[in-house]
């Protein structure tokens, strides 16, 4: 094998194991933040913020903002960076999942301050430069270094009273970065070897967590594989799968986790055979046969009490030309060539909910 790539590694730290959460204020100490605008969406979340703000360790917690709502629409970007000018923060702690850590991401894009994230779900934007802001029915997503967070602290005790229904799509919207980064834009080795140690963990701790919610180690090898993935999100790009979700949940307000685990399944199914290699490894990963790789995500899934079928998600049978529409419009790059009415038919399966068919690798 000739080996010929180039691959980026984004700075940040990173802090992981159980209590790390009660490190928070020395992060942001670490990071010389004097006036802190602090993101908590949850009753947990605001425990943490009250912590903090009673630290006292040559901060001040300037504001509280309790407010983040899936896929960051334009008017709740614009009132929170108001509430940053009126607090005069200089710094921004975010303390939930992808939805409040997509609001630190807005207020970084337009006002330059660091985050510190405290994710509580398995969203994995922690982890990269990734943006997404919606408004008139479209979700305009970018990249931009100002809004990777500069810490992450990852506490797998917050996960533990997470519910299995935000559990599980969050834990197939982690495994889908994995398995997307094998062949979007900027895949290279190193990322595809954090990506199958990702999809490794996700696929032996999901269902164990599933039967047993509180189960601590389960939570905290399930919370490791999320952070891979979102390392390996970061490292490339969000790609046709990722893409088909972005118009599922920007134009049509779908939960992005919900979306990740109904599509996941019929991507990889269409992409396959244009990926032998990656197939391969992704077939050794998850431990099942090269050929029925999308058939044994669509099965964990079921396994997960996952949805499966857009329809679950209320999405009319109607919609599915728009979507192809706006999708196909959205993706540049895919090793399998495409055309709306592929995708067109890849949505009407995920509608229905089908288990998707053994694939033949090589004869794209």
Request: proline fraction near 6%; include cysteine.
């Amino acid at each position: 094998m000739t080996l010929d790539f180039a691959y980026e590694a984004l700075p940040q730290r990173v802090v992981f194991g159980a209590g790390r959460r009660h490190m928070l204020a020395d992060e942001v100490v670490r990071l010389s933040m004097t006036r802190v605008f602090v993101i908590a969406d949850t009753p947990e979340a605001k425990l943490i913020a009250d912590d903090l703000a009673g630290a006292g360790s040559g901060f001040t917690v300037a504001a509280v903002w309790h407010e983040a709502i899936q896929h960051v629409p334009e008017d709740l970007a614009e009132r929170a960076r108001a509430a940053v000018d009126a607090a005069g923060a200089d710094g921004v702690v975010t303390i939930g999942g992808g939805s409040s850590t997509g609001l630190a991401k807005a207020i970084a894009l337009s006002h330059g301050l660091p985050i510190i994230a405290v994710p509580t779900t398995y969203a994995g934007s922690e982890q990269t430069a990734i943006y997404g802001i919606t408004g008139g029915r479209h979700k305009q997503t970018g990249k931009d270094p100002r809004v990777q967070p500069r810490a992450v602290i990852y506490d797998p005790e917050l996960t533990l009273g997470l519910p299995l229904a935000v559990t599980g799509p969050s834990a197939f919207n982690a495994l889908a970065h994995s398995v997307e980064a094998l062949y979007a834009p900027g895949a290279n080795p190193v990322v595809s070897a954090l990506a199958m140690e990702g999809v490794r963990a996700i696929h032996r701790s999901l269902p164990a967590v599933m039967n047993d919610p509180g189960d601590p180690a389960g939570r905290a090898d399930l919370l490791y594989g999320a952070y891979l993935s979102g390392v390996a999100l970061g490292a490339t790009a969000a790609a046709f799968h990722h893409k088909i979700c972005h118009v599922l949940g920007g134009t049509f307000n779908l939960v992005h986790a919900d979306a990740h685990s109904v599509i996941l399944p019929h991507a990889v199914a269409f992409n396959a055979p244009a990926l032998p290699a990656e197939m391969a490894q992704l077939a050794a990963a998850l431990g099942v046969d090269a050929d029925d790789i999308a058939g044994a995500l669509w099965d964990l899934a079921v396994a997960s009490h996952v949805p499966t079928s857009l329809e679950q998600l209320g999405l009319r049978v109607d919609d599915l030309a728009e979507v192809a529409r706006r999708a196909t419009a959205e993706i540049t790059v895919n090793p399998r060539p495409f055309t709306e009415a592929d995708i067109l038919a890849l949505l009407h399966r995920a509608h229905a909910g089908m288990r998707p068919a053994r694939t033949t690798t090589g004869d794209a």
